[in-house]
């Protein structure tokens, strides 16, 4: 079984990695794509995790909600996600 703390590594990751930074956002939907369908309700509560504690900025659009890594803790969310991911980011 994957922890929470995995599965919210794992979402930083896949912003950090298509470099979603600040003003650079994506659809929240994408926290959820490529993963087993058990898991993406889950993705998605923890995404809104992540927004509460402030590591992703939500950005409200005319055509749906999007999201982004919070700069500004920038050196926190590379820490989370060095614990179990190995590349540099």
């Known amino acids: ?16 990695k298509k470099r979603k930074w600040g003003e650079s956002h994506t659809a929240f939907e ?27 900025t939500p950005k409200p659009t005319g055509y749906g ?6 700069v500004g803790k920038s050196e926190e969310i590379k820490s989370i996600i060095r614990k179990y991911y190995f590349e540099k980011i």
């Open 65 to 70: 909600r999007h999201i982004s890594l919070n």
């Open 30 to 56: 994408t926290v959820a794509k490529g993963v087993p369908p058990h898991l993406k309700g889950k993705l998605k509560g923890l995404a809104e995790e992540l927004i509460k504690e402030g590591f992703i």
């Open 1 to 16: 079984m994957v922890s929470n703390d995995e599965l919210k590594a794992m979402i930083l990751h896949k912003l950090a």
